[in-house]
């Protein structure tokens, strides 16, 4: 079963689970889950937790989780994201565990991402991944599904509905074994906002996993932070096979670092 994992704190997250009535007739089942009449191998589950705090949906034992989020942009940027959990380094200030990862969902989030650009076409609004960050730390294996910007955007019905159903119509395809992809990877370098894996993920159906960015590699402590790099290879359903490095964007000595990581791991690696 896949579960939509969503909260009543956050407007935008609640516009998206209120879609999913409207579009797809959830109804009770007599537990805590919400089960569509459509398709009874999805359910909704409301969190009272934050959602980066919600490790209790392991519980739940799904086949897949999408958060149903809100995305925070102090910049305000208009945006649809999806991202895996984890957190690359000391701190976690949102939820899970220092240096630990959360197991990526890269085929559902492949399918989702390309969904946006089909399903959002009239507005400027971003459309990408997030590199791997923040809670919660679940063995489920799970995906973060976004809207975020300006209070116009967050509190949006229109654009909630279309981000749910960009979410509902991925479900569809993980349950039916139909997402289409080229190779399962592992993101390294790049921006928050990592744009050129998001290029390869629209435009030659490459499943992105776990996502490092340079900002976790550029500092100091780094070599610590390729040990976190083996879970990228393990924390993910499917696993992926390789990876692909956003060479400039990292420094040389750090560089060094990821390749010989890479190399004790037996993964090859494409430079873009």
Same mark, same amino acid.
């Given at each position: 079963?896949?579960?939509?994992?969503?909260?009543?704190?956050?407007?935008?997250?609640? /516009?998206?689970?209120?879609?999913?009535?409207?579009?797809?007739?959830?109804?009770? /089942?007599?537990?805590?889950?919400?089960?569509?009449?459509?398709?009874?191998?999805?359910?909704? *589950?409301?969190?009272?937790?934050?959602? *980066?705090?919600?490790?209790?949906?392991?519980?739940?034992?799904?086949?897949?989780?999408?958060?149903?989020?809100?995305?925070?942009?102090?910049?305000?940027?208009?945006?649809?994201?999806?991202?895996?959990?984890? /957190?690359?380094?000391?701190?976690?200030? *949102? !939820?899970?565990?220092? !240096?630990?990862?959360?197991?990526?969902?890269?085929?559902?989030?492949?399918?989702?991402?390309?969904? *946006?650009?089909?399903?959002?076409?009239?507005?400027?609004?971003?459309?990408?991944?997030?590199?791997?960050?923040?809670?919660?730390?679940?063995?489920?294996?799970?995906?973060?599904?976004?809207?975020?910007?300006?209070?116009?955007?967050?509190?949006?019905?229109?654009?909630?509905?279309?981000?749910?159903?960009?979410?509902? !119509?991925?479900?569809?395809?993980?349950?039916?074994?139909?997402?289409?992809?080229?190779?399962?990877?592992?993101?390294?370098?790049?921006?928050?906002?990592?744009?050129?894996?998001?290029?390869?993920?629209?435009?030659? /159906?490459?499943?992105?996993?776990?996502?490092?960015?340079?900002?976790?590699?550029?500092?100091? !402590?780094?070599?610590?932070?390729?040990?976190?790099?083996?879970?990228?290879?393990?924390?993910?359903?499917?696993?992926?096979?390789?990876?692909?490095?956003?060479?400039?964007?990292?420094?040389?000595?750090?560089?060094?670092?990821?390749?010989?990581?890479?190399?004790?791991?037996?993964?090859?690696?494409?430079?873009?």
């Amino acid at each position: 079963m896949i579960g939509f994992i969503y909260t009543e704190r956050f407007e935008a997250s609640k /516009n998206m689970k209120e879609s999913l009535f409207r579009n797809h007739r959830f109804e009770e /089942n007599g537990s805590a889950a919400l089960v569509s009449e459509e398709n009874k191998d999805i359910a909704v *589950f409301k969190s009272d937790s934050l959602l *980066f705090d919600a490790e209790s949906i392991d519980g739940l034992h799904l086949d897949v989780a999408y958060f149903l989020s809100p995305h925070e942009s102090k910049a305000g940027v208009s945006a649809m994201t999806t991202h895996s959990m984890g /957190n690359w380094g000391s701190e976690s200030a *949102f !939820g899970g565990m220092p !240096g630990q990862l959360s197991v990526a969902a890269p085929l559902d989030m492949l399918s989702v991402l390309q969904k *946006f650009y089909k399903n959002e076409t009239g507005h400027d609004i971003e459309k990408t991944y997030e590199a791997t960050h923040h809670g919660p730390l679940v063995s489920t294996p799970s995906l973060f599904v976004e809207l975020g910007g300006n209070e116009s955007m967050l509190g949006s019905k229109t654009l909630a509905e279309k981000v749910a159903e960009s979410a509902y !119509g991925a479900a569809l395809d993980s349950l039916g074994s139909s997402i289409d992809y080229e190779k399962i990877v592992i993101g390294i370098g790049g921006n928050h906002y990592p744009e050129k894996f998001t290029k390869l993920a629209v435009e030659k /159906n490459y499943a992105f996993s776990h996502i490092m960015p340079r900002y976790a590699i550029n500092k100091s !402590g780094a070599d610590k932070v390729m040990n976190i790099l083996e879970q990228a290879a393990d924390r993910s359903r499917p696993t992926p096979e390789s990876a692909v490095i956003e060479w400039k964007s990292i420094k040389g000595e750090q560089r060094e670092l990821v390749l010989k990581k890479l190399e004790e791991m037996g993964f090859d690696y494409e430079k873009i």
